[in-house]
Each structure stands twice: as structure tokens, then as C-alpha cells.
């Protein structure tokens, strides 16, 4: 493996683990129109840090970082400007860009020849992503499409969506919000899904290789 796909200082693993913990908690107590710029720069912040970790990109290397801030900028003033679609757009850049940060950190991750306590801080790292991520989602779906989000005439607000986003990802299911449109509910089963999938092997796969070292694969002939 070259040194330069390897994982950097395993700190950052924990610096990136507090600041999703920071992001979620801010994004859950906040409701105004600001907070919603506040968390645009929670994910912009939380991207950077996960492309520390990558050493490969094709260009240079500092575009990526630029295209985030560049473009973080224009969605912190849609998430800011109390306008319903400009939050909806504002949305679907912070999910696209948890995406990219879920896909980063994942490939480092398996990319790593040791298991340690860092490789675990990732995992739980992508697994808090994936929740905001689909957050995300549900609030451009909230945005864009016509009719109530949220059955029973539920509020649609940052705390909610969240909420719902992570009771549907560990599939708790309390059914105090429920998802009234069919696309919604697509998506929130597609969540689930994901949640499982990724406990079942990413997560499980590192915790039972703690602390062993991946074997080389034999050159090939």
C-alpha cells in the first residue's frame, strides 16, 4: 500500500467525531432561520476535516477544500434567507456533501492495514453522517414537494427531521412522526435499510478485527 492512501494523524478521527456530535446537538436546539447557516458550516467544517485524510485527488489538491467552501457560502445565505426552496437547495447541498464525506472517510477506513481505536472513530463517525445526511433529505423533500411531510399535521423544523432521521436509522420506529408522502417514506426506508447494513458489516467487521493486522495480499504473477 503507498504511504500516501494510508490514514494521516489518528487524532482526527476524534476532532471529526466531536464535531459531528457538536453539529447534531447545535442543529437540535436550534430553530431559527440562522441556524440553518450554522449547520451549512457545521458540514462544510466536518467535509474538510474528513479530506485530510485523503492524499490522492485527481487535480489539485486543494480544489476540492475550495469547490466546499466556494459553494458552502452560496448555501448558508439560501439556508439564511428565510425562503422555503432556498432552504430545500440548502439541504441538498448539505446531504451531497455528507455524502462525499461518507464515501472519503469509508474508503480510508478499509484502506487501513491496522485496526485501532481511530478505524472504530470513523466507523462511528460515518455512521453519525449517514443520520445527518438523510436529515438532509427529508428536509429538501420537505422543501420541494407539496403537501405536509410528516402525517397528522406533525411540524417540519430542523429538530424533527433530525429526530426522525435517527429514530429511523437505529429503526427504533415510535411512530410519534411518520412520514406522510410515498417519497418520504421511500427514503426513509432506504435509511433504514442502510442503517443495518452498515452495523452488520463495516461496523461489525471492524470491532471483531480490533487491534489485528490485515494480512498483505500475495503479489500477483
Known sequence: MAADERTSSPARYGL????????????AVTQTRW????????????????MRHRRRW?????LPG??????????????????KLAAGFADCWNGLVLLLTVVIIISTVLRLERVTAQSI?????????????????FGAIAAFVSGPFFANGQPVNP????YFSFTTLTTLG????????????AVAVLEAVAGQVFLATLVARLVSAYGTTRRP????E
Do not use: K
Open 16 to 27: 471529526l467525531l466531536i464535531t459531528l456530535i457538536a453539529a447534531y446537538l447545535v442543529y
Open 159 to 162: 429538530a424533527t427531521v433530525q
Open 58 to 62: 485527481p487535480g489539485p489538491a486543494w
Open 121 to 137: 472513530y470513523g466507523a462511528l463517525s460515518t455512521y453519525l453522517l449517514i443520520g445527518l445526511m438523510y436529515a438532509a433529505w
Open 217 to 220: 495480499r500475495p503479489p500477483e
Open 35 to 50: 441556524g440553518g447557516a450554522i449547520h451549512v458550516a457545521f458540514v462544510a467544517a466536518i467535509a474538510l476535516l474528513a
Open 66 to 83: 475550495a469547490a466546499v467552501l466556494a459553494t458552502g457560502v452560496a448555501a448558508g445565505v439560501a439556508a439564511a434567507s428565510g425562503d
Open 174 to 185: 415510535y411512530g410519534d412522526f411518520t412520514a406522510a408522502g410515498s417519497l418520504g417514506r
